[in-house]
Structure formats: C-alpha cells, structure tokens
C-alpha cells in the first residue's frame, strides 16, 4: 500500500463577524487577498457576504493588510461588518473589534 499523504488544511481561511455573530465564508480566498481597491470590495460583498446580512445601506470603511490576512470592514445599516482572511492563528474576532468603536 503506497503512502499518500493527508490533503492539506488551506493556508487561508475567511471569517465573517456582524452583529456578534461569527461565520465562517465560504469563498475564492485570492479573490479577498487580490482586491486592493472600493470597487472590488463591493463586488465581492454582492457575491459572498450579500447573503448574510439585510442589504440595504453598504459601503466600506477600510480593507487592510494585517499580519496573517486581509481585513475588510463595510458598513452596513449603520452595523460594522468585518470580513477577515486569516492564517488559523490570528483572532479575528479580536481584530474586529476594534473597529466597533
């Protein structure tokens, strides 16, 4: 019997916080890695993070490099909603929080 190796965890991972609750994104992570720019955030809100949330006022407050991933912070009625990439290491939860101030 041949030794196949175990199928590796993804380096990346998304997870999605609004209104204290957390979930994990289901999405094309270089996507979020590749998009520097307003116009591509919004994009990808319509695409993976639309389904979330009740749509009605979005825009974003930042996207930022953060060490082991990529932060997105929209505003969406009136609510923050962080989106993180991250290594399994980094607390996302930890780092959204400080854009709810």
Same mark, same amino acid.
Request: charged share 30%; hydrophobic share 35%; net charge negative.
């Given at each position: 019997?041949?030794?196949?190796?175990?199928?590796?965890?993804?380096?990346?991972?998304?997870?999605?916080?609004?209104?204290?609750?957390?979930?994990?994104?289901?999405?094309?992570?270089?996507?979020?890695?590749?998009? /520097?720019?307003?116009?591509?955030?919004?994009?990808?809100?319509?695409?993976?993070?639309?389904?979330?949330?009740? $749509?009605?006022?979005?825009?974003?407050?930042?996207?930022?490099?953060?060490?082991?991933?990529?932060?997105?912070?929209?505003?969406?009625?009136?609510?923050?909603?962080?989106?993180?990439?991250?290594?399994? /290491?980094?607390?996302?939860?930890?780092?959204? $929080?400080?854009?709810? $101030?």
């Amino acid at each position: 019997m041949k030794n196949i190796p175990e199928p590796e965890a993804p380096i990346f991972k998304a997870t999605l916080i609004y209104k204290d609750l957390v979930y994990d994104v289901s999405c094309n992570i270089y996507d979020f890695l590749d998009c /520097e720019a307003n116009d591509c955030a919004l994009d990808l809100f319509e695409s993976y993070i639309q389904k979330y949330v009740e $749509k009605e006022h979005r825009e974003i407050v930042t996207i930022e490099n953060i060490r082991g991933g990529k932060i997105f912070v929209y505003s969406v009625n009136d609510s923050i909603l962080c989106l993180c990439v991250h290594r399994a /290491e980094v607390d996302c939860v930890e780092i959204c $929080k400080s854009y709810e $101030k």
